[in-house]
């Protein structure tokens, strides 16, 4: 994200030294989706290391980076292998065999001992990346309000893996999903504004596309029976 000079440009300084250039840019390494619970140590080393080689000075992931039993583990030996800060959210598996509010406690509590890990659903402030990219985020949650809910015959796991949505009726369920998508974006809707009245640009991370265009499955962007699945 470096901002490229050109001879029409008369809002760059004129000299620029090798550390003005260094302040400018940032080299962010963008994962997501990495479902670390379904390789073995040994993948998760060697992918840790084609990480290491790309040279980030930032690390984001977007979310489902393992499941409860071991998201912990996975995300710490994330953090003492890269070295640089990492920017996350959590994705629905992540709270996998676990409940939600038992998942990021212990996240939290992870991030306080990890001074590198820092999970943006509890950072009310906007990042700075360089003094003019600012970085935001939310786990986000699916509750199909842009699809149809109700006429969708498609079953979650989240369903029965996730403490909070274990044993609810389809119309309880559905009210639990649009609270935890409320609160996802009363978050983004408290940081946006902040972040956009300060930066010239803004990256938002999140593990759920917020716009029906961008829950794309198979090729096709999702349907309403899918809506369920993808859409926040
Ligand atoms: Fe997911």
Same mark, same amino acid.
């Given at each position: 994200?470096?901002?490229?000079?050109?001879?029409?440009?008369?809002?760059?300084?004129?000299?620029?030294?090798?550390?003005?250039?260094?302040?400018?840019?940032?080299?962010?390494?963008?994962?997501?989706?990495?479902?670390?619970?379904?390789?073995?140590?040994?993948?998760?080393?060697?992918?840790?290391?084609?990480?290491?080689?790309?040279?980030?000075?930032?690390? =984001? @992931? +977007?979310?489902?980076?393992?499941?409860?039993?071991?998201?912990?583990?996975? $995300? /710490?030996?994330? %953090?003492?292998?890269?070295?640089?800060?990492?920017?996350?959210?959590?994705?629905?598996?992540?709270?996998?065999?676990?409940?939600?509010?038992?998942?990021?406690?212990?996240?939290?509590?992870?991030?306080?001992?990890?001074?590198?890990?820092?999970?943006?659903?509890?950072?009310?402030?906007?990042?700075?990346?360089?003094?003019?990219?600012?970085?935001?985020?939310?786990?986000?949650?699916?509750?199909?309000?842009?699809?149809?809910?109700?006429?969708?015959?498609?079953?979650?796991?989240?369903?029965?893996?996730?403490?909070? =949505? @274990? +044993?609810?009726?389809?119309?309880?369920?559905?009210?639990?999903?649009?609270? $935890? /998508?409320?609160? %996802?974006?009363?978050?983004?809707?408290?940081?946006?504004?902040?972040?956009?009245?300060?930066?010239?640009?803004?990256?938002?991370?999140?593990?759920?596309?917020?716009?029906?265009?961008?829950?794309?499955?198979?090729?096709?962007?999702?349907?309403?029976?899918?809506?369920?699945?993808?859409?926040?």
């Amino acid at each position: 994200m470096t901002k490229q000079r050109t001879s029409f440009d008369s809002s760059f300084p004129i000299e620029l030294t090798e550390r003005t250039l260094r302040d400018l840019s940032v080299r962010v390494c963008w994962l997501t989706d990495l479902h670390l619970n379904m390789v073995s140590p040994g993948e998760v080393e060697r992918f840790a290391a084609s990480v290491v080689a790309r040279q980030a000075d930032v690390v =984001l @992931i +977007g979310g489902d980076t393992s499941e409860s039993k071991d998201l912990v583990e996975q $995300l /710490a030996r994330l %953090a003492r292998r890269l070295r640089v800060p990492i920017y996350f959210v959590l994705g629905n598996h992540d709270y996998y065999y676990g409940s939600i509010e038992g998942v990021r406690t212990r996240v939290d509590e992870l991030c306080r001992r990890e001074p590198e890990l820092h999970y943006l659903s509890v950072v009310e402030t906007a990042v700075e990346l360089t003094p003019q990219v600012g970085l935001v985020g939310h786990d986000g949650w699916a509750d199909g309000r842009l699809a149809d809910y109700f006429a969708s015959s498609v079953m979650m796991t989240d369903d029965w893996l996730i403490a909070e =949505l @274990i +044993g609810l009726t389809r119309a309880d369920r559905w009210e639990r999903l649009k609270a $935890l /998508a409320d609160e %996802a974006a009363a978050h983004i809707l408290r940081m946006l504004p902040m972040a956009l009245a300060r930066y010239q640009q803004v990256l938002l991370l999140t593990h759920v596309p917020p716009f029906r265009d961008a829950c794309w499955y198979a090729g096709e962007i999702s349907n309403d029976e899918g809506g369920r699945l993808y859409c926040g």
